[in-house]
């Protein structure tokens, strides 16, 4: 079945570690996405990426970092300069066709990361 | 940037109600989805709908792109229709009308639906 996965599904990290959450998406869609929730709030969105290597930040991306070496693949690394890294991390794609992009985003079931 | 904003922020229904979600925002968008998030977290699509009307099922949406806002219907409400209910936009980037999926959320509202 298409669709987009995302792992693991919960994370448990000590202060002042990295951690790496991956993302693979097999809907052949060209473009990917990494928002973060917090609780009792909407989503904000971390990085994107509309083609393979290449992506660009969006309104939350200090402490945050990506690649996109594959079209299919758009890991997140939380870095331990992200000050409150404790979060739900939902990862979406959309088929970017430039001028006729719907932007309709579609969602993976998201990563917990919790920080000790 | 463009603000979301969501009502009511809380909303509890005996199953078989009906119900109305309004999402206001303060510019011009090419991109507006509906959203639920079930309670593992997974977010829905309900609705991409920048314009117009669309129905599936019990859930209807309307879009009134000119006068920026959207309004999410529930008719027979469910038990597992609980959840979070988010409006996502975009913010048109120019006059071609290029969505390049940069979703701006609201804050969601909660509905509780008891049998």
């Known amino acids: 079945d298409g669709g987009i996965t995302q792992s693991p599904k919960y994370l448990f990290r000590k202060e002042g570690q990295n951690v790496t959450l991956s993302c693979e998406q097999n809907?052949?869609?060209?473009?990917m996405y990494w928002y973060r929730q917090d609780p009792g709030q909407g989503l904000r969105l971390i990085y994107y990426?509309?083609?393979?290597?290449?992506?660009q930040k969006g309104d939350i991306a200090e402490g945050y970092s990506v690649s996109r070496e594959k079209k299919e693949s758009f890991p997140l690394t939380v870095t331990s300069a992200q000050k409150n890294p404790t979060a739900f991390y939902l990862c979406a794609s959309n088929l970017f066709s430039g001028l006729a992009n719907t932007g309709e985003l579609f969602f993976g079931e998201g990563s917990r990361l919790t920080v000790l | 940037g463009i603000q979301v904003e969501q009502s009511p922020p809380d909303l509890i229904l005996q199953e078989g109600a009906n119900s109305t979600l309004r999402c206001n925002f303060s510019?011009?968008?090419?991109?507006l989805q509906w959203f639920h998030q079930n309670p593992w977290g997974q977010l829905i699509n309900l609705f991409y709908i920048p314009s117009g009307t669309k129905q599936n099922g019990r859930l209807s949406a309307t879009t009134v792109a000119t006068e920026r806002y959207s309004l999410l219907y529930i008719s027979s409400s469910q038990t597992t229709d609980s959840g979070v209910y988010f409006c996502?936009?975009?913010?048109?980037?120019?006059?071609?009308?290029?969505?390049?999926?940069?979703?701006?959320f609201g804050q969601g509202t909660i509905l509780t639906v008891h049998p």
């Open positions: 996502a936009v975009e913010r048109s980037a120019n006059a071609g009308g290029t969505s390049y999926g940069k979703l701006t």
């Open positions: 809907l052949n869609h060209d473009a």
């Open positions: 510019d011009s968008v090419n991109n």
């Open positions: 990426s509309q083609i393979v290597n290449d992506f």
